[in-house]
């Protein structure tokens, strides 16, 4: 009896950590940084940290739901960028925001949709196709912008990206909303089960009558319209558009789905999980900036986090083997 | 007095809510055939996955040869000198027959292939078995009973003293298990001590010498003297009632016919195949594998592009493309591969049972949660699918109970016309005996059904008409009192 008793509190743990670890481990980062990085628990750092995982996070959702259904999506980066130059050269030609906005928004779902097309209907590897869409969205934005910078001449625009509400700045906003709708599409939708459904077994879910080509569709046009609102928003913050920025996002965006607990082969994912794990990623990130630590440093940090995630969470599933 | 190779003592294997061994104790001696048999969920996966390694014991002792063993991984597993043949074999397909052979000690000369030493090795062992196989033929290009001997062979190469079968003759042809029990006997005679796990009784008569019998994850009993017993008995003892009839035929009226198809061709079909069933009729197909049963299967569903001159469904003609519009039209399948085509592994029970059905449930693509759990939980009573809960992960069940989850997400919708492809397989007897009569309740309620199975009782037992394929051809449709299994067989059969 005594043993079975064991065996149940330990149950217990193991269900706690499957399910909150990441949170776990998170709160506790937050509470040392808290104690030990100067300047770290302040209002201004915690907005200043906001916004630099605002980017990444926007596109973690959409990326949360790739990844889910079993694909990649490396051109993201590519997409950013272009959707920044892209808005900034019709502002510029029209004097009209809002058109900016709408055919730069256009053209990043359209970017989506291809690949999904390509993915879903020729049965082209994910990673290949967007890898080959990374680079041809990079060439775009560079012939759009004809190899530099564009400046926006239109001041109404910068408020996207540098304007607040209750003193939290738009672009947090605006990813906190986006988890929300994301969150809610994941768990409270058949879209969002089926995208699981079809990460965790494709043919079976499209032998259950799953539309699988239509939801992958779906999920990569998503993708390149959460990638043209951040490149919009980034294009906003830094009042022009620059073909050569973002280089390096979509693995970012990746580790930090892969750290909150997404897997890469498919069916397993959650938006808490996500948003930890962009959270950590940020945070770590800004701590490191605070004390100083060099810029290459950083970038060795970085990878052993990731790595440490993905080895936790190989024995975290081992257990049930 | 023999003595005890191998010997479990009080071995239990704990998962999160399922106790899936509990204090097994079991000896096999050198030199005996040792069976395993038990319902599905009766630990005899779990068991085996011991033996390799892959799964490491809750509690209690396992000794080879006196000596207590921890495996830690599969790896320590073949060197103490311990094979597992799967059902589903674990070759590379892409390799020669020489390559898989040796795979993880290629012979080599500074690190180059050895390729003469390889195939001189590979012919050798293949050759004490009898075997003639290329050594250099892909594996991929080999039939399923070939790649078996593969395995077997590949058993020998690693000196494995201890060899366990499970399930192994599931798509062997009659020749070929009578192949397989050769030399299966032929290696009792060597001295190896061999463990057969099989759900099909006749064949524990004819190899066994002893035969454990496993329920709940416990020893029913150990028979040492098998002469002594017989079919009923172990069945009895297995599931722990009798089964007088498992197969519980009952006549039914039909009703108007439920599926009508003209000229179906597709992949995998010779010529244009015409079926029709009646409402609360039982169609069974036969075929040899090969026949291009799942074929035909696969086609009239829509899950392969295939063309037709009609399909009338209740009557009316309706167009199927895809799955998704066999499903609108309440034609559903049940595939043959659980594993690939049927379960999400990663999803609940709950998932699992409502996954086509929430399309129905939900209104603008929101999910409607409480119905979800109502009719999840509606037919894990009505099936009595042995789950700790809704939540628990398909993948820790066991076939049976999978595959009585993929039946409830297709009862969850309104079925006119069910396709049933091997849905018995891997299953044991009283799990079958409970499809049986679920297949049969459902027929009665007007459903017209089609099931397609390599096991001839099966079909006889359980079918009102009996549709027998060959080579991509429906050859002939006998009705059930005209159906002998001679008579069914020589339709089966290629012409020599």
């Known amino acids: ?321 | 007095m023999e003595r005890a190779y191998l010997e479990f003592e009080n071995i239990s294997k704990m998962f999160p809510g399922v106790r899936a061994l509990d204090t097994l104790c079991l000896k096999a001696n050198e030199g005996s055939i040792h069976g395993i048999i038990g319902e599905n969920g009766a630990g005899k996966s779990t068991l085996l996955k011991i033996l390799s390694g892959v799964y490491i014991p809750s509690s209690g002792m396992f000794y080879l040869n006196g000596t207590a063993q921890a495996f830690t991984s599969a790896q320590s597993a073949i060197q103490s000198g311990i094979a597992v043949i799967y059902q589903e074999l674990h070759l590379v397909p892409d390799m020669s027959v020489a390559e898989n052979l040796l795979l993880g000690h290629l012979p080599n000369r500074f690190g180059l292939v050895d390729k003469a030493a390889l195939q001189g090795k590979a012919h050798s062992v293949l050759e004490s078995l009898a075997e003639d196989i290329d050594v250099n033929a892909n594996v991929r290009s080999l039939p399923i009973a070939r790649r078996q001997m593969v395995e077997i062979a590949k058993a020998l190469i690693r000196n494995a003293k201890f060899i366990a079968f499970d399930e192994p003759t599931s798509s062997l042809t009659d020749r070929e298990i009578n192949n397989l029990f050769t030399i299966i006997r032929n290696l009792k005679k060597q001295g190896h001590v061999i463990l057969y796990v099989s759900h099909r009784l006749n064949e524990i008569f004819e190899l066994c010498d002893t035969v454990t019998i496993l329920r709940d994850g416990k020893v029913v009993e150990t028979c040492t003297n098998i002469t002594s017993v017989n079919h009923d008995y172990f069945v009895r003892r297995m599931v722990g009632r009798s089964i007088e009839n498992i197969y519980h035929y009952t006549p039914r009226q039909y009703g108007a016919p439920a599926l009508e198809v003209k000229g179906l061709t597709g992949p995998g079909l010779k010529s244009p195949a015409d079926i029709t069933v009646s409402q609360g009729e039982i169609v069974g197909i036969f075929g040899l594998v090969g026949a291009g049963r799942t074929e035909l299967l696969k086609c009239l569903y829509g899950a392969v592009k295939s063309h037709t001159e009609y399909i009338k469904i209740h009557g009316e003609g309706v167009t199927i493309n895809n799955p998704t519009d066999a499903i609108g039209h309440g034609l559903v399948f049940i595939p043959e591969d659980r594993k690939f085509e049927g379960i999400i592994p990663s999803g609940s029970v709950s998932e699992n049972i409502n996954l086509s059905v929430r399309r129905l449930f939900s209104r603008f693509g929101l999910i409607d949660e409480k119905r979800e759990r109502i009719n999840a939980k509606h037919f894990v009573d009505y099936l009595s699918i042995r789950t700790p809960s809704l939540k628990q992960l398909i993948c820790n069940l066991s076939g049976g109970n999978q595959q009585k989850v993929i039946l409830a997400r297709w009862l969850s919708e309104h079925v006119k016309v069910m396709l049933l492809d091997e849905p018995t397989r891997g299953v044991d007897i009283g799990a079958k005996s409970e499809l049986y009569e679920l297949i049969l309740k459902l027929a009665s309620k007007g459903i017209g059904i089609i099931l397609v199975s390599s096991e001839l009782p099966e079909i006889l037992g359980i079918s009102d008409r009996i549709l027998v394929m060959r080579q991509g051809k429906i050859m002939i449709s006998l009705n059930r009192d005209e159906a002998t299994e001679e008579k069914v067989l020589h339709y089966a059969l290629p012409e020599q």
């Open chain 1, 1 to 321: 009896m005594n043993n079975t008793h064991a065996v149940t509190v330990k149950n217990k743990i193991f269900v706690l950590w499957d399910k909150a670890g990441i949170l776990v481990a998170f709160i506790l980062l937050f509470i040392l940084f808290s104690l030990f990085v100067p300047y770290f628990f302040t209002w201004i750092n915690m907005i200043g940290l906001a916004l630099s995982v605002a980017t990444v996070g926007m596109i973690a959702c959409t990326m949360l739901f790739c990844l889910a259904s079993g694909d990649f999506d490396l051109s993201i980066e590519s997409t950013v960028a272009f959707t920044g130059v892209f808005t900034a050269v019709i502002i510029n030609a029209t004097g009209s925001i809002f058109a900016g906005v709408v055919i730069g928004l256009t053209a990043a779902g359209c970017a989506g949709l291809f690949n999904g097309l390509i993915i879903s209907k020729l049965k082209i590897n994910a990673l290949i196709t967007t890898l080959a869409t990374m680079q041809i969205m990079r060439g775009l934005g560079f012939i759009v912008s004809k190899g530099s910078a564009v400046g926006i001449k239109a001041p109404g625009f910068y408020a996207l990206g540098t304007g607040s509400f209750l003193s939290i700045p738009f672009p947090v906003w605006i990813t906190a909303v986006c988890f929300l709708i994301f969150g809610f599409l994941l768990n409270k939708t058949t879209y969002g089960r089926n995208t699981l459904a079809i990460g965790g077994n494709r043919e079976a879910a499209r032998l259950a009558g799953i539309p699988v080509d239509r939801i992958k569709i779906i999920i990569f046009t998503t993708q390149g319209l959460m990638a043209g609102l951040a490149g919009i928003v980034l294009a906003s913050r830094m009042t022009s558009g620059q073909p050569n920025s973002s280089v390096g996002l979509s693995l970012d965006v990746i580790s930090a789905c892969v750290l909150g607990g997404v897997s890469l082969t498919g069916g397993v994912g959650t938006i808490l999980g996500t948003i930890v794990g962009v959270l950590i990623m940020g945070t770590v990130q800004n701590a490191m900036n605070l004390l100083n630590i060099p810029t290459f440093y950083q970038y060795v940090v970085r990878g052993i986090i990731l790595l440490l995630a993905v080895v936790f969470d190989q024995l975290k599933q081992r257990r049930y083997v």
